[in-house]
């Protein structure tokens, strides 16, 4: 069977097997990333690797009549700030001016827009900061965290945004949320003229497969990417399931999630879809970020029962290099 790797088809791939094509965009369907983040809030069968964040009432309801006024209003890069929020529940300011506010002169102007824009969402109370900060990737006077408000989720879809709910989330959540944002500026920051990447959040991002006794599976990948372009050796295609590890799991807990993964490797799903295995990459976090990788490592090369081409390791610093190699894109200051 074969598997996705950087930039090439390599020695696991199957010769003369057709490129697969592009995975669908996460936002090829606004409704449908509603409707799949509500269920997702409702909780599912399989245990979660952070604690769900805990439902705390909304402090400022919008009326229907009012809402739809200021729907009316809103421009198209209003409505990508709400989904973006949707499809990451919380990002930084800073986030968002990457993800959204890209085409101004300079980052000294994205960000006031950003930060203009952002309060004027707030005012109209379709999107709400969390009431205090935290350390980390977004520590710093300037570092707000945003969520959704269940307004925005309404205009997003009147329908399915009716069972939105404001959340507060654990640090720990929280940390890890952002992080997988992260990881998905380094993805959008790899486009380029003659690269094209599509990325699906959570839960678009989860497979679900059987097992050999007739029960039910479930990945859960943070990320799922698909990577097309081309090059001087000619047209390539790169997948990829992102995996963040902020260094709270044990080794046996991330080991057990290995496995999960290739027991979906051998079912032949990916491969009949598409041509090939996404490369499953763990993305480490936190201060033990190296130590970690050593013993991750040491274990995979350890245990007979993996196959170690299947996964690959890399730090938060080096995301880029992993995706991209040397052709990495260096990342903007924000202000």
Not at 93 to 110: E, G, Y
Not at 195 to 215: A, D, F, H, I, K
Not at 298 to 304: A, D, E, I
Request: aromatic share 6%; proline share 6%; charged share 20%.
């Amino acid at each position: 069977m074969s598997i996705s790797t950087q930039h090439r088809r390599d020695e696991y791939e199957q010769p003369g097997r057709p490129f697969a094509r592009p995975a669908a965009p996460s936002g090829d369907s606004t409704n449908r990333q509603v409707r799949a983040q509500i269920r997702r809030l409702r909780g599912t069968n399989t245990a979660s690797r952070t604690a769900p964040p805990r439902t705390v009432p909304a402090r400022q309801r919008v009326g229907a009549r009012q809402l739809a006024q200021i729907a009316t209003a809103l421009s198209e890069r209003d409505h990508l700030v709400l989904s973006h929020l949707m499809q990451h529940r919380f990002l930084s300011t800073h986030q968002l001016q990457a993800f959204v506010f890209t085409s101004h002169a300079s980052q000294q102007a994205a960000a006031r827009t950003t930060r203009r824009v952002l309060a004027r969402l707030q005012r109209d109370g379709l999107i709400r900061p969390l009431e205090r900060r935290i350390g980390g990737l977004e520590a710093g006077s300037t570092a707000r965290i945003w969520q959704l408000a269940p307004a925005g989720a309404r205009v997003l879809d009147p329908v399915a945004g009716r069972s939105w709910r404001i959340h507060q989330a654990s640090p720990r959540f929280l940390q890890h949320s952002l992080a997988v944002a992260e990881a998905h500026l380094a993805l959008q920051r790899g486009i380029t003229a003659d690269r094209r990447v599509t990325v699906q959040t959570e839960p678009l991002s989860w497979r679900r497969y059987t097992g050999p006794g007739g029960e039910s599976h479930l990945i859960r990948p943070d990320l799922a990417a698909c990577v097309v372009g081309h090059d001087a050796e000619g047209v390539f295609e790169d997948r990829w399931f992102l995996e963040v590890d902020m260094g709270t799991e044990s080794i046996p807990t991330v080991l057990a999630k290995c496995r999960r993964y290739q027991a979906y490797y051998r079912t032949g799903i990916e491969q009949a879809a598409h041509g090939a295995f996404p490369r499953v990459l763990w993305i480490l976090h936190g201060p033990r970020a190296v130590e970690r990788h050593r013993a991750l490592a040491r274990h995979l090369s350890r245990t007979s029962t993996l196959e170690q081409r299947l996964f690959r390791l890399t730090s938060a610093a080096d995301l880029p290099t992993a995706l991209w190699g040397s052709d990495a894109p260096s990342i903007p200051t924000t202000s």
